[in-house]
């Protein structure tokens, strides 16, 4: 592939975290992944359980963690090189939301200055007229305008106004890229959709790419095109979301899809089928190989000794896992 | 037809913020039947955990009850747990009759004691066992619950999260209740860890053929779970019906829009969520809480409140608009 079609490259990052005060002990938050995205606009989930190192990851990405080991390229600068401007200009491209919108913006300032100054600050726009125009289109993309805003504070605001205000602030920018970490867990499933919407609205006419984080893969299904599945660190499976969803390779894939309740009476036999819970978890980071090798109904020595590397099964797919090698 | 255990009367009840109230539960008046899992669904500040804190019975300031009644069948006679004073409470309901398994299990548990001392703590106050024959019983019990037996000797903090709310669930149904009340007991747990705790929980309701509540907004586990649903909107109960009922032909226009907003895997449809935002419990709108949302609303619904009538065969529905015979 030709450089620049490369929009983002995670080149074999490593995070490790020390935990134990007196007792110096670590594990590995973050293993070995890899992975680029093209330069076209595409909403790319990365979806895992808590503890999978889903949000380390997108804080590595973002440029809040460097990691111990390894490179985020981005459309070919190293992110942890960047200098002076450059450092703007990253900000400028990529651009993130969160979960909790809340944690997001200062209780005691107000919302519309934090608009104010990412305009004057980051994207450049010095004329108050100016800005308060730019602000007010931004705003309209998400559904609100300029005078729903001015001079009101996060608390008179409900969760989900308040998320589309912190997608708004992230679009000021015109960015290429948005991080959303776990952007609707915290929304009700009434208002969810219409967040979910406006990503791909926005994708479509504005050429915005996504990194969607998330544990819900029904809303994955639903904005993505492709899907990369985390669990204890590791990349397990990766390829386009509809042969990802539909022929789960990994077997932790299939059991994470067998887990979801699905709002469909139809699926309930199925989904009370389910297997034992296990005893008491062992510490799955420090696991030698395969992380999941004590949970694996097909797990076998090798499984256990060494860990199986992410390969590719066909063109778009790949998957770690020794039943395919 | 299969015995009632629980006769809620035109509950209504809320909190004091300063000098406003706010109207959570409002004139609810339900009927719970034994051997059955009843869900309450709604999303956040619908009420539904204020409803189960006041069937429990515990009302702590700036909780308070306005008035009505939550009769609990107890050996074939009706008590209403609300007259009841906490030390009653405490020592002849809870635990016994009716056991509450909470979203964060740390509520519950000691931090400061071992997993086995919370069995023998109950068994001593309920069945006068002492900590040698409650350790012994807590531990062939665990083993009925597929729990391993090391976590006895555990203290709260060194477990992780869902072997804590398997704890917990596991101290709820010692004594056999007649009631579980379970408020949204695996939404903080990773989905397969859910999936085991939930089959778990039903399988054990279909042993003892006592009562669950389970309240959750996620309606995937409702159509995975529950036997009949009421779906609760702004502090009232809008709709009630059979779980297959309500997601096959829902009637309420909140529950319709509802429904349609839930994305499934494997599909790519577009969808759409509900219009604004949900009212302000300290000045709810008149009529029916959800006209100013309601896309079938008229004059009537601002002005009268509707109430929950009969639909079909166990399906009601609080809707001018669906019990004139209007669809959406």
Sequence with gaps: MKKDNILLKIDNIIKIFKYGVVIGKKFTAVDSISFIMENRPQILTIAGESGSGKTTLARIILGFLQPEIGKVIYRNKDVYKLKGKEKIWYRKEVQAVFQDPFEAFNPMRKIYTYLYETTKNIVGIEEKNDIDEHINQTLEMVGLSLEEIKGKYPHEFSGGQLQRVAIARALLTKPKLIIADEPVSMIDASLRINILNIFKEIEEKFSTSFIYITHDLATAYYISDEIIIMYRGVIVEKGPIEDVMKEPLHPYTTLLLDSIPVPDITYRAKWLKASKLSGLEIKEFLIKGCKYSDRCPYSSDKCIRERPRLIKIDKNREVACWLYS | ?328
């Design chain 2, 1 to 328: 037809m299969s015995e009632k255990t629980l006769l809620i009367e035109n509950l209504k009840g809320g909190y004091l913020l300063g000098n406003k109230y706010v109207d959570a539960v409002s004139n609810i008046t339900m009927l719970v039947k034994d051997n059955e899992v009843l869900g309450i669904a709604g999303e956040s500040g619908c009420g539904k955990s204020t409803l189960i804190k006041m069937i429990y019975g515990y009302i702590k300031y700036p909780l308070i009850v306005k008035n009505g009644k939550v009769n609990l069948k107890m050996n074939n006679t009706w008590v209403n747990i609300l007259k009841l004073n906490e030390e009653d409470r405490r020592k002849n309901i809870w635990w016994k009759y009716i056991s509450y398994i909470p979203q964060n299990s740390l509520n519950v548990l000691n931090p400061t004691s071992r997993i086995k001392d919370h069995f023998a703590e109950i068994l001593s106050l309920h069945r006068g066992l002492k900590k040698e024959e409650a350790y012994e019983l807590a531990s062939e019990y665990l083993k009925e619950m597929e729990l391993p037996i090391e976590v006895l000797n555990a203290y709260p903090h060194q477990l992780s999260g869902g072997m804590r709310q398997r704890v917990v669930i596991a101290l709820a149904l010692l004594l056999k209740p007649r009631l579980i009340l379970a408020d949204e007991p695996t939404t903080a747990l990773d989905v397969i860890i859910q999936r085991g705790i939930l089959t778990l929980l039903l399988e054990t309701q279909r042993k003892l053929k006592n009562t669950l509540i389970l309240v959750t907004h996620d309606m995937g586990i409702h159509a995975m779970l529950t036997d009949r649903i009421a779906i609760m909107y702004a502090g009232k109960i809008i709709e009630v019906g059979g779980t297959k009922e309500i997601f096959n032909n829902p009637l309420h226009p909140y529950t319709k829009i509802l429904i349609e907003s839930l994305v499934k895997i494997g599909e790519k449809k577009l969808r759409r969520g509900i219009k604004g935002m949900p009212p302000d419990l300290t000045a709810p709108p008149s009529g029916c809480r959800f006209h100013p949302r309601c896309p079938l609303a008229t004059e009537i619904c601002s002005l009268k409140e509707p109430y929950l009538i009969k639909a079909s065969n166990d399906h009601f529905v609080a809707c001018h608009k669906i019990n004139e015979g209007i669809k959406l």
